[in-house]
C-alpha cells in the first residue's frame, strides 16, 4: 500500500519487536525508539510520516513528548494510552496529539488509526467537502445533502459539523468543539455540546440513536467517521 | 515535737523584749510622763499585732498594761488600779491589738490566698504541658497521676476510667477505694474530705462523665479540683483523636499503597498483554490461508488475552474504588443517553440478544457521572447477558421514586437462590451454580455498587427462581435548574 515511516517510541522491547514485525508485514518502514530523548533524535534525524507514541513511560512522560514534538513538527501522532485514563487522553489531544489507541490493542484497530492519520496527513489539506453516495457536505457553498434531501443546519450545528469533518476520523476533544462552535471564552458546557450533537445526528444519521457517523468518544469528546469506513469497535 | 512548741513560744518570748526596753528605757533613762509612756507602749503593741498576730498581741497587751500600771502609774510599785486612767490604758491596748492584729492576719491571709493561687495556677499550667506531649492514650492516662503527684506535691493520685472500668494509680500502690472513685464519676462538683484529706473530682468531657480523679494529702483548691477535671477531660479527648486520626490514616494510606501497586500490576500486566494481544490479531488477520484449527487456536489466544485484561482492569478499579482515588464528574445527563451509550458500547458483546428498552420521554435528567453510570449498566447487562440463556430479551425500565429515579435491569435467567442474593455484591462471588458455566471476574456488581453508592444512590435486586432476576440502581434527580440551551 505505501512505504510509510512510522516512528515506534515504547520503552518495552517487546511491543516494539510486535510492532516492527506487524507492521513491516503491512509494508510500513519501522523506526523505533526507546525514550522521548531519543523519540525526538529521530525526528529530527529521519524522514517520518507518523509517530506512535506510548504514553506511560519512565524518565520523559509521553504527554511531554508528545508538546516537544509539536514544537519542531506537524507529523501525525497516535497515542498508546490504558483504559481509564481517559484524562490522560484529553491531555494527550490537548498536547497535539492526533488519535490514541487503548493498549491493549487490536492490530486491525492500530492499522485503521494509521491509515485515518496519514490520509490526513499530506500538506494538511483541510477537507472542505465530503462527498459520499449517501451524504454530500461542501462546506465552502454551505450545503449539506443527505440522500439526496437538502438540510438545513443552523450556524452554530454547521461550524460544529465542519470541525468534526475537518478533523476526520480523530476524536476532537469537547473543549476543542465548544471552542469552534462557541467561541475562546467557552469548554466546560458539555451539556450544551451533547445536546447540539444530538441535534445534529437528529438531522444527518439515518438511525440517530444509533449514531454511524458521528460517534462518542466517552469522556473525551467526538469522532467523524467518514462513511465509506466504519470504524472498528472500541475495545474496553 | 519540742521543736515546734519552741517555735510556738518563740514569739511570746520575743514580744516581751520590746516591753523590756521600752521600760527600762523611760524608767531609768529618761524621764518623760504617763502620756508618752502609753504611746510608745501603744505603738510597741501595734507592730507586734500586725507581725506576730492576735495571741501574741493580747498577750502583750496585758504585760503592757501591768507594767504601765507598775512602774508609771502612782502609785509607782504597785499594782493597784485606783485610778479609771488605767483601764483606759488597758482597754486602749487591747483594741490595738484586736484591731491591729486582725487587719494584718487578714492581708497576710489574703496575700498567703493569692500566693498559693499563683502557684496553683502555675502547676496547672506545668500539668496541662504535661499531657500535650503524650499523643498516645495509654501513656497518657498512666502518666496523669505521676505528674499530678509530682506537680501539686500531692501524696497520691488516681485516675478511674468509667467505660474501660479500670484504675490507674500514681507509684505502685492503691490508696483509693474503687467505689467512692465510681461514685464520684457522677458526681457534679469535686468532693472534699478534710478529715481523711482526700478529694475526688469528676472527670467530665462537657456533660458526659469520662470518669474520676481521687487526690490524697494536701487538699487542693475546688478550682484548682475542678481545671484538673476539665484538663483531663481534654488530653484525654484530644490524645483520643489524636489517636483516631492516626489509624485513619494509616487505613488509608494502606489502600493508597494498595491502589498504588496496584496502578504498576496493571501497567506491568498490560504491556506484554498488549504485546500477546498485538501478535495474535496480526496472524489472525494475516492474508496467508491457514488451517481452521490454527485458526481455532489463535482466537483462543485472542479471546483469553481480552479476559484478562479486563480482569486486571477490574481489579484495578475495585481498588481505585475502594482507596476512594476517583472523582466523579457529576453533571444533569438524561438517562437515555447513558443507555444508549451503553447498549453501543455492548453492541459486539450482545449480538443478536433482544433489548427492550422502555423508557418515556417525560423523565427527568439525573445528577451523575455519564461514563462511570454507564460502566453501572454496562455490568449489569453484561451480567444479565451472561445469566440468561440466548434468545430470552433484557428488558431495561425507569421510573422516578422520590428525589431518585430507579433504572432497573430485568432479565429472564435461571434467578438467584435467596440464600445467595446477599452475596452476590460481594467481591470475587460468583453464582455457585454458574460458577464454572459463566466466565467473569466476579469483580463486576462490586464495582457498579461502589460506583452507585459513590453516587448516593443504591444498587438492588429481586429475584425469583425460574423467573429471572431484576437488578435496579438508583441515581439522585438533577435539581430542575439545569438548563438545556
New interface residues.
Partial sequence: MSSASILVVDD?S??R???R??LS?HGYTIIEARNGEEALKKVRAERLDLIILDL?MPDMDGIEVCREIRAVSKLPIIM?T???A?KDKVRALDAGADDYVV??????E?LARIRAALRRAPGEAVETSVVTKEMHLDFDNRTIIVKGKSVHLTPKEFELLRELVTNAGKPVSHRRLLQAVWGPDYGEE???L??MVNQLRKKIEPDP??PRFIR?E??IGYRFVLPQESMI???? | MSRRFILRVLPFVASLIPIVIIVFLYRSVLGVNQTTVALTLLLAILVISTIWGLAVAIFTSVVAMLAFNFFFLPPVGTFTIADPQNWVALVAFLATSLIASQLSTRVRREAEESKRRRREVERLYVFSQQLLVSGNVITLLNAIPNHIVETFGVGAAALYLDFKDKFYHSGAADHFSREEMRRATLGEKPLLDQTRSLSFVPVHMGRRPLGSLAISGPLLSRETLEALGTLIAIAFERARAVEELGKTEAAREGERLKSALLDSV??DF??????????V??LL??QDQMKPEQHELLTVI?EE??RL??LV?DA??MA?LDAGEFEL?L???PIN?IV??AL??L??ALGSRPIRVNLSDDLPLVRAD??RA?DVLVRLIENANAYTPAGRPITISAEVKGAFLTIYVADQGPGIDEMELGLIFDKFYRGRNQRYLVQGTGMGLPIAKAIVEAHGGALGVTSQLGQGSVFSFTLPIASPR?D??
Fill in positions: 518495552d517487546q511491543i519487536r510486535v510492532m514485525t506487524a508485514s506511560n498508546l490504558v483504559r481509564s481517559e493498549k491493549p490493542f487490536g492490530i486491525d492500530l458539555t451539556e450544551s451533547r445536546v440513536a444509533n462518542t466517552p469522556w469497535k472500541q475495545p474496553r | 496493571t501497567h498490560r504491556t506484554p498483554l498488549t504485546s500477546i494481544k498485538a501478535s490479531t496480526s488477520s494475516s485472542d488475552c481480552d485484561n479486563q482492569g484495578a478499579e481505585q464528574d453533571q444533569a445527563t443517553a444508549s451509550a453501543e458500547y453492541k459486539a455519564a461514563g454507564r439545569v438545556s440551551r
